[in-house]
């Protein structure tokens, strides 16, 4: 019997607004997330949370049938959040935001994650390695010629961050525990994990089709084998 596919709903969010369009996302969201937002130092910063928490809001409303302002949400022992409203259809959902951009990522099957980082910015990704990753990763990543180090290490990390996000266990999950793979699409992959040792059979990683100067990656708790169809959308 050949599973049906795992349906995962993408959003890409740019996060440039004028200032009428800031001043309304910022009244869709609670007093928690508007308290967060005013703590930003920067203006950037803050305007960029607004937004992105703001398109989360409206298209999770826009999945559920409700106000976006009405919606209440909790958050797990470390700190994922989840739609605190017993009565909703289950929905899981994450958000990543890096740049100008934001992506979310929601089906109604599996724990998610979702990771985006501006490939453009300036990284010590050498130091990020030797301090960060698994030592199988570490072994690998010093084969990779030197013109491709850069994606090789924006390819991995988004996974990484993805797979600790799809397991919601925050920090508590020592990255350099656990190994993914460096290469290109075709062989995303969670390789072992010391802490979790039966999760490379629970976890699949997914590369996600990124606008230039970004990588993006999904994990989700369903079985590599599992067939996952990703629906990429544009939001607004």
Request: proline residues 8%; neutral net charge; charged residues 20%.
């Amino acid at each position: 019997m050949v599973n049906s596919p795992l349906e995962v709903d993408l959003w890409w969010v740019p996060l440039s607004a004028d200032r009428a369009a800031q001043t309304a996302a910022w009244h869709q969201l609670d007093a928690g997330e508007q308290a967060r937002a005013a703590r930003f130092h920067f203006a950037a910063d803050r305007n960029h949370y607004v937004l992105a928490h703001a398109a989360l809001r409206a298209v999770l409303g826009n999945c559920l049938t409700r106000d976006p302002r009405d919606l209440r949400f909790a958050a797990g022992p470390a700190g994922k959040p989840h739609l605190a409203e017993p009565a909703a259809p289950r929905l899981h959902f994450n958000l990543s935001h890096a740049g100008d951009c934001a992506l979310i990522g929601l089906n109604t099957h599996a724990p998610i994650g979702v990771d985006l980082e501006a490939t453009t910015r300036q990284v010590e990704a050498a130091d990020i390695v030797e301090r960060f990753f698994a030592p199988a990763e570490r072994e690998v990543w010093r084969r990779i010629p030197q013109p491709d180090t850069q994606a090789a290490f924006f390819r991995a990390w988004t996974r990484k961050e993805a797979y600790v996000k799809a397991r919601g266990d925050g920090l508590g999950h020592d990255a350099s525990r656990f190994v993914v793979t460096f290469a290109e699409a075709g062989s995303a992959r969670l390789v072992a994990d010391e802490i979790d040792p039966q999760a490379p059979a629970r976890f699949q990683l997914i590369p996600v089709p990124a606008p230039s100067g970004y990588e993006a990656a999904c994990a989700l708790q369903v079985p590599p084998h599992h067939p996952v169809k990703l629906k990429i959308h544009s939001w607004p």
